[in-house]
């Protein structure tokens, strides 16, 4: 299935597992990305990326570049942005990170999960017992570094794939609201 990367302008094969980090990791060679770059994958405005850098949702740039956790930060906000407030959506990656030890999830392995989840569904809006089994599917190669932890990773990321289909579901409203020329 052919589609976007979830809150990117980055056409792909979804279904093929892996593919967001197979596409994002090469761009992160040369040191990282500039505003300009970052814009332009993600489809948001700059000066859009630069208030949520001041509010505090990203943090900022290291010599005017952004890491793949950065990126990878705006992407999952951006994707979930339209069905979840910002402050909910950093608090789930907050927690995603804060419960799997000293390693954590960082924000481009939640990324990458979400994106290989998302994938799995393949088209439509799924019900949940498929979002479910296609969250476990993407975490089987995850090493667990607590009880439990597994667990709570797979309803973060299966709360995610219900804002993304909900964003989904308000986007083509939207459009067939506007094709009515109300």
Known sequence: MI????GSTIEAELSRRGIAES????????????????AEITGLAPHTIQNWIKRGFVSPPKAKR????????????NALKDSLQIESIIALCAHAGAFMGADGMNDAALYF????ALG?????????????TAVEESLTDFNEP???AKARLVNVLEIMLLAYSSSVLHQNAERLLRALDL
């Not at 799995?120 to 479910?132: N, Q, Y």
């Open 23 to 38: 596409l994002l990791a090469p761009m992160f060679i040369p040191g990282g990305l500039v505003l300009s770059q970052v």
């Open 66 to 77: 952004y890491s793949r956790d950065q990126l990878s930060r705006l992407l999952i906000i």
């Open 3 to 6: 589609g976007l990367l979830p």
């Open 120 to 132: 799995a569904l393949g088209a439509g809006i799924p019900a949940r017992g498929a979002m479910r």
């Open 146 to 148: 607590y009880a439990g």
């Open 113 to 116: 999960r979400f994106a290989d």
